[in-house]
């Protein structure tokens, strides 16, 4: 009994051992089999997939930048001395959301870069003390980096890593039109469609010509309106309104459905003249008369010349460049770098 006895233990431990002896085997060898792949050949263990380095981050050198741009600051009454792209960089963060697609900030990233060229090329405005252009409407609104940490607080990393990406990769280029650097007009949202430059400007431009522009209906600018008192408007406009008879008539319309020209009071006067003087978002309105008030409702934001800015976001949505978006607002323009086109500006650096 006892040699059974042993036997059978000895047919027990057998097998026991070989599956112990195998779970051995693939604790030890198994990490061996998945790290040796990425052992090099020096011994090192190569990085997991999971903390691979990080790609390379953009950026702007002061060499990226032809000439620099004298800013007349309105609020301390000084002159900055900004390097071409990094002023383009601030324009860009001052004038459109960083949310917007990438491919937007770079079209926006041109109408910045070819505006100050356009501006520096032709005789520009007088400024104080020197200055090129000021960081107003008047030219293009700049805020420096202070500025804008204030105002994007802990997104100003993410926001100006993202700008300066679309500047970096389109630096030195600017929209032209046979070879002249364009006058890049933009403004925020449109009314479905932009404008032809002659209904709001004085002057034809043969690439600031009207478009359909769709996308824009999804801008949170695209509907506004305000209520003004009748005394309101009469004060506003210079005019004394009859409350019994209709206080606007004989509308005339441009093509892309904008006022052209508007009587108001027994006074006539043209879309812009009542967007400005009211500061409607949009020369595209209505006009309602209840009692003593006028109401005005309004489709888009802005002048409505040239590249709508929500509607660039939404053309990039669709897969679309920043060369066709600028092309698509900027009828026969082209793409081309400051060298070629102002070299005298090129040449300042």
Do not use: C
């Amino acid at each position: 009994m006892k040699k059974a006895k042993q036997a059978s233990t000895i047919k027990w431990r057998g097998p026991s051992m070989i599956v112990a002896s195998s779970l051995i085997i693939i604790i030890l060898v198994v990490p061996t089999l998945i790290v040796a792949p990425f052992i090099q050949a020096g011994g090192t263990a190569k990085q997991s997939i999971d903390k691979q380095p990080e790609a390379e981050q953009v950026s702007l050198k002061k060499e990226d930048s032809p000439f620099a741009v004298k800013v007349y600051r309105s609020n301390t009454e000084e002159v900055e001395t900004v390097p071409l792209e990094e002023y383009v960089t601030h324009v860009v963060a001052s004038e459109m959301p960083a949310e917007f697609e990438l491919e937007a900030l770079k079209a926006q990233a041109l109408a910045a870069r070819t505006y100050i060229v356009n501006h520096l090329t032709l005789d520009p405005d007088e400024n104080p003390k020197g200055a090129d252009v000021t960081d107003t409407v008047q030219h293009q609104v700049y805020k420096n980096e202070e500025e804008l940490r204030e105002i994007w607080s802990s997104d100003y990393t993410w926001k100006m890593k993202k700008i300066v990406e679309a500047v970096a990769e389109t630096k030195g280029e600017i929209v032209t039109y046979e070879n002249q650097p364009i006058t890049p007009a933009f403004f925020s949202t449109s009314n479905g469609y932009t404008e032809d430059s002659e209904n709001y400007w004085e002057g034809e431009l043969p690439y600031l010509r009207s478009v359909a522009s769709p996308w824009d209906k999804e801008s949170p600018k695209y509907l506004d309106q305000q209520i003004f008192t009748t005394a309101e408007v009469e004060e506003a406009l210079g005019i004394k309104i009859d409350n019994n008879a209709a206080a606007a008539a004989e509308i005339e319309r441009t093509k892309s459905q904008r006022v052209a020209s508007i009587t108001i009071g027994g006074k006539s006067f043209s879309g812009r003249e009542v967007r400005e003087k009211l500061e409607l978002r949009s020369s595209d309105f209505e006009v309602e008369q209840k009692k003593d008030h006028l109401i005005f409702t309004t489709k888009g934001y802005g002048h409505g010349i040239g590249m709508s800015q929500y509607g660039a976001n939404g053309m990039a949505k669709e897969g679309k460049t920043y060369k066709q978006i600028l092309q698509y607002y900027y009828k026969g323009a082209d793409i081309n770098k400051i060298d070629q086109t102002a070299p005298q500006l090129a040449s300042n650096s």
